[in-house]
């Protein structure tokens, strides 16, 4: 089964059914919740997932995404709120409105919300998809993240939708060497597209085995130290690769293209440059410029629009219209800046703290850990003492080797970060991170594990 984007008309572009692939996966059907005009789903990857969907969303109806390890009281509380919100729509097949794919967001700054994107954004970013990675029916993409997450979108549903094939590795097992390593031999993929804890796991069961059939390798979700990049362009020798920027919101948004060589030697990623359509602002404390006519050292929040952006989220049973500016463009929350030609990447507004009396990025204490080449991820946290605020760090181990000691770690980061900003307590943390549904750091299970010990 292949899924091919056929517009039914300018106004009412519809997703079609037609032969193709879908390989791996898991054969298991959750209780999902669906009626005539919605279907909310557990996001098991096979092919009933996609049927389902598509099916719902041609007749004009709201399919809802959902991990596959949400309780029967999260998809209880997100049926509530999609039926209401479904019945309330115009309901005719090929209404103007069209279908609404519903994805959660990763919840990794707040409780998770549900996006609605709309068919015809969604069309329109397969398109794109397919053109920028001349996708087509030779196309194997190796699609490691939950679909429930939004970068399915590229690396599942752009693949299928040019005649490709998906290959839906299984999320519980991404960090099970023999599992990755069966994938890529038999699957010869020719599209990857990773978070930092996937490249690593990639990484970690390869080896020295090399896999030229890759031809791209797609990085979203965040900063990835230079050694590792080393190791997958070696892993990957023929490989262009991308990092790709965005949100749930407003989808992928920048993307920056580089050679192997670059990906490897370049000491920190850039965000990249518009995707075609796409609209990019940064606003320095009121004083908002599009990208393209910003000055030298300008650093500010980004603001962007783009031809995919979701309606809203689903809330009470209707649309609650997404948080923009009057000209209709998305506060990402995230601080770039904008230095000799390229935008770097600063950490997001909403982790920011102040500790003994400084302001101290989250964010940016997680990706001095990672840039040091000593631990695999990061996630740091700040909590209340008696005597005041205490910054706490999280890491684990480097796939290709073993954990450093806090004071070792202390003194390479300490070669960027001030003193302010250091932790006052580094956790070294045995095995991998847990992971939410969305494939990102469980924040809240990490602070329990380490409260623990």
Same mark, same amino acid.
Request: charged share 20%; proline share 6%; with cysteine.
């Given at each position: 089964?292949?899924?091919?984007?056929?517009?039914?008309?300018?106004? *009412?572009?519809?997703?079609?059914? %037609?032969? $193709? &692939?879908? #390989?791996?996966? !898991?054969?298991? +059907?959750?209780? /999902?919740? @669906?009626?005539?005009?919605?279907?909310?789903?557990?996001?098991?990857?096979?092919?009933?997932?996609?049927?389902?969907?598509?099916?719902?969303?041609?007749?004009?109806?709201?399919?809802?995404?959902?991990?596959?390890?949400?309780?029967?009281?999260?998809?209880?509380?997100?049926?509530?709120?999609?039926?209401?919100?479904?019945?309330?729509?115009?309901?005719?097949?090929?209404?103007?409105?069209?279908?609404?794919?519903?994805?959660?967001?990763?919840?990794?700054?707040?409780?998770?919300?549900?996006?609605?994107?709309?068919?015809?954004?969604?069309?329109?970013?397969?398109?794109?998809?397919?053109?920028?990675?001349?996708?087509?029916?030779?196309?194997?993409?190796?699609?490691?993240?939950?679909?429930?997450?939004?970068?399915?979108?590229?690396? *599942?549903?752009?693949?299928?939708? %040019?005649? $490709? &094939?998906? #290959?839906?590795? !299984?999320?519980? +097992?991404?960090? /099970?060497? @023999?599992?990755?390593?069966?994938?890529?031999?038999?699957?010869?993929?020719?599209?990857?597209?990773?978070?930092?804890?996937?490249?690593?796991?990639?990484?970690?069961?390869?080896?020295?085995?090399?896999?030229?059939?890759?031809?791209?390798?797609?990085?979203?979700?965040?900063?990835?130290?230079?050694?590792?990049?080393?190791?997958?362009?070696?892993?990957?020798?023929?490989?262009?690769?991308?990092?790709?920027?965005?949100?749930?919101?407003?989808?992928?948004?920048?993307?920056?293209?580089?050679?192997?060589?670059?990906?490897?030697?370049?000491?920190?990623?850039?965000?990249?440059?518009?995707?075609?359509?796409?609209?990019?602002?940064?606003?320095?404390?009121?004083?908002?410029?599009?990208?393209?006519?910003?000055?030298?050292?300008?650093?500010?929040?980004?603001?962007?629009?783009?031809?995919?952006?979701?309606?809203?989220?689903?809330?009470?049973?209707?649309?609650?219209?997404?948080?923009?500016?009057?000209?209709?463009?998305?506060?990402?929350?995230?601080?770039?800046?904008?230095?000799?030609?390229?935008?770097?990447?600063?950490?997001?507004?909403?982790?920011?703290?102040?500790?003994?009396?400084?302001?101290?990025?989250?964010?940016?204490?997680?990706?001095?850990?990672?840039?040091?080449?000593?631990?695999?991820?990061?996630?740091?946290?700040?909590?209340?003492?008696?005597?005041?605020?205490?910054?706490?760090?999280?890491?684990?181990?480097?796939?290709?080797?073993?954990?450093?000691?806090?004071?070792?770690?202390?003194?390479?980061?300490?070669?960027?970060?001030?003193?302010?900003?250091?932790?006052?307590?580094?956790?070294?943390?045995?095995?991998?991170?847990?992971?939410?549904?969305?494939?990102?750091?469980?924040?809240?299970?990490?602070?329990?594990?380490?409260?623990?010990?």
């Amino acid at each position: 089964m292949t899924l091919t984007v056929t517009p039914a008309s300018a106004a *009412t572009p519809r997703l079609k059914l %037609s032969a $193709g &692939t879908i #390989v791996e996966g !898991e054969d298991k +059907r959750a209780d /999902d919740v @669906a009626g005539l005009e919605y279907g909310i789903y557990r996001a098991a990857k096979n092919r009933r997932l996609v049927d389902e969907c598509v099916e719902v969303l041609n007749r004009g109806g709201v399919a809802a995404l959902v991990p596959t390890t949400a309780t029967e009281a999260y998809l209880e509380s997100i049926a509530e709120q999609v039926e209401q919100f479904a019945r309330s729509r115009p309901r005719t097949e090929g209404a103007a409105t069209g279908g609404i794919l519903a994805l959660p967001t990763s919840g990794s700054t707040g409780t998770p919300k549900l996006v609605a994107i709309p068919v015809a954004g969604l069309v329109e970013f397969l398109q794109w998809g397919q053109d920028y990675f001349s996708f087509d029916a030779a196309t194997v993409s190796l699609s490691l993240s939950p679909w429930n997450f939004d970068v399915s979108l590229l690396d *599942t549903w752009a693949v299928l939708s %040019s005649g $490709g &094939t998906a #290959v839906a590795a !299984e999320a519980a +097992r991404l960090h /099970d060497a @023999a599992y990755l390593v069966r994938l890529l031999d038999e699957h010869r993929p020719t599209f990857v597209q990773v978070v930092p804890s996937t490249l690593d796991a990639l990484i970690n069961a390869a080896g020295s085995t090399t896999y030229p059939s890759v031809r791209n390798i797609v990085l979203t979700g965040g900063v990835v130290a230079q050694p590792a990049r080393a190791a997958a362009a070696n892993l990957f020798p023929e490989a262009t690769f991308h990092n790709v920027y965005g949100a749930t919101e407003v989808n992928d948004c920048l993307i920056e293209t580089l050679t192997a060589q670059q990906f490897a030697g370049t000491e920190m990623l850039p965000l990249g440059v518009p995707i075609a359509g796409c609209e990019i602002y940064l606003d320095a404390g009121g004083d908002r410029q599009p990208l393209h006519e910003a000055a030298e050292a300008t650093h500010g929040e980004l603001l962007v629009r783009t031809p995919w952006m979701a309606e809203g989220y689903i809330h009470d049973g209707t649309i609650t219209p997404l948080p923009v500016t009057a000209d209709a463009l998305y506060p990402m929350k995230d601080q770039a800046l904008w230095a000799n030609g390229q935008l770097m990447y600063q950490g997001r507004r909403d982790r920011m703290v102040k500790v003994r009396g400084q302001r101290v990025n989250l964010e940016e204490l997680e990706n001095a850990a990672r840039r040091t080449g000593l631990v695999g991820m990061a996630c740091a946290w700040l909590t209340g003492t008696t005597s005041g605020e205490e910054l706490h760090m999280a890491y684990t181990a480097p796939d290709h080797g073993t954990a450093m000691t806090g004071l070792q770690l202390r003194m390479a980061m300490s070669a960027t970060l001030p003193a302010f900003a250091m932790p006052n307590q580094l956790h070294a943390f045995a095995g991998p991170f847990p992971l939410n549904g969305n494939g990102k750091p469980d924040l809240p299970t990490i602070k329990s594990r380490v409260e623990s010990e």
